[in-house]
Nanobody, 115 residues
Framework: QVQLVESGGGLVQPGGSLRLSCAAS????????MNWYRQAPGKERELAAS???????NYADSVKGRFTISRDNAYKTLYLQMNNLKPEDTAVYYC?????????WGQGTQVTVSS
């Protein structure tokens, strides 16, 4: 059974930092990419950051220069380092994995940026 479990969310003041983690287990197929999506209240889910199996990264313009996506070599854990957080970064953040066996989602972790 595939499980993606996010952690690290919470309440932070503007300008602060958070590090999200996603623990992946049960994936037996080849992983092509790992991603962080986010969904703000009343908005559609959007891709925040992605990393391919080859290590290439891509970011939404709104987070470029502030967020860094990374993973361990065993594809067991995905990270999102978020710096200089802004109120507009408030959202539920979801871990997503694309593999040859399917596409998988975590349950999400809430990030709230507020003073």
């Amino acid at each position: 059974q595939v499980q993606l479990v996010e952690s690290g969310g919470g309440l932070v003041q503007p300008g602060g930092s958070l590090r999200l983690s996603c623990a992946a287990s049960g994936i037996r197929s080849i992983i092509n990419g790992m991603n962080w999506y986010r969904q703000a209240p009343g908005k559609e889910r959007e891709l925040a950051a992605s990393i391919t199996s080859g290590g290439l990264t891509n970011y939404a313009d709104s987070v470029k220069g502030r967020f860094t996506i990374s993973r361990d070599n065993a594809y067991k854990t995905l990270y999102l380092q978020m710096n200089n957080l802004k109120p507009e970064d408030t959202a539920v953040y979801y871990c997503n994995v694309w593999s040859t066996g399917g596409v998988y989602w975590g349950q999400g972790t809430q990030v709230t940026v507020s003073s």
